[in-house]
């Protein structure tokens, strides 16, 4: 199957640093990764969808120079918290898609990494 | 825009006993349609989906879920449950031609000897 890590699995930080999560595709290529965002009891909620070699896009609402994306290679994608405060504390989630090299469907099966678990104190 | 609706945050059931979980969606165009789950300390991962055909869909562990367009619902159902299908379950709608998931808020399946 299509593995997808997430590293670290939890971080504690201060007010005021910068987190960065990472995303890896282990056994395939991912030409298209998306970063979601939980909330206790809340539905995962799409932050941005990261395309490699291009800029990500941001959903209505994510401060892009606060959530930095970076998808540099086919196989890892990381996102930056920038600036991390107390309301910036979630679930994060990432996902890869696989295609082989073909061109991207949206019938494309996401495969979703275990989340990182962000505490800002 | 898409929004899904899962009704029950927690179902205990008892095993080998049958169970539903419930999942609404709203959208004013065709969408596709999914079901992952997601066990304890894992990502999700995909259960089975809809895309067209028969509304039927069924998994390779005993589930399934009927896409039914006129009550905009695409429940999961299994007959019988094993304390193994103990996890999280998300309902997820996507635009046809799209791949922006919406999820709903889960529910957790229970299973209990």
């Known amino acids: 199957g299509a593995v997808v890590s997430q590293h670290p699995s939890r971080v504690i930080c201060k007010s005021g640093t910068s987190v960065k999560i990472e995303c890896r595709s282990l056994?395939?290529?991912?030409?298209?990764m998306f970063w979601y965002r939980q909330f206790p009891k809340q539905s995962l909620m799409l932050m941005a969808t990261s395309n490699e070699g291009s800029k990500a896009t941001y959903e209505q609402g994510v401060e892009k120079d606060k959530f930095l994306i970076n998808h540099a290679s086919l196989t890892l994608s990381t996102l930056t918290v920038t600036s991390a405060h107390p309301e910036d504390s979630s679930f994060y989630i990432c996902?890869?898609?696989?295609?082989?090299?073909?061109?991207?469907?949206?019938?494309?099966?996401?495969?979703f990494g275990p989340g990182t678990r962000l505490t800002v104190l | 825009a898409q929004s899904v609706t899962q009704l029950d945050s927690q179902v205990p059931v008892f095993e080998e006993a049958p169970v539903e979980l419930r999942c609404n969606y709203s959208s004013s165009v065709s969408v596709y349609l999914f079901w992952y789950v997601q066990y304890p300390n894992q990502g999700l991962q995909l259960l089975l989906k809809?895309?067209?055909?028969?509304?039927l869909v069924e998994s390779i562990n005993g589930f399934e879920a009927e896409f039914n367009k006129s009550q905009t619902s695409f429940h999961l159902r299994k007959p019988s449950v094993h304390i193994s299908d103990t996890a999280e379950y998300f309902c997820?709608?996507?635009?046809?031609?799209?791949?922006?998931?919406?999820f709903g808020t889960g529910t957790r399946l229970l299973v209990s000897p």
């Open positions: 997820a709608v996507s635009e046809r031609g799209f791949q922006k998931l919406v």
């Open positions: 056994d395939f290529q991912a030409t298209t």
């Open positions: 809809y895309l067209s055909g028969s509304t």
């Open positions: 996902s890869g898609i696989r295609t082989g090299g073909q061109a991207l469907t949206s019938t494309d099966t996401q495969y």
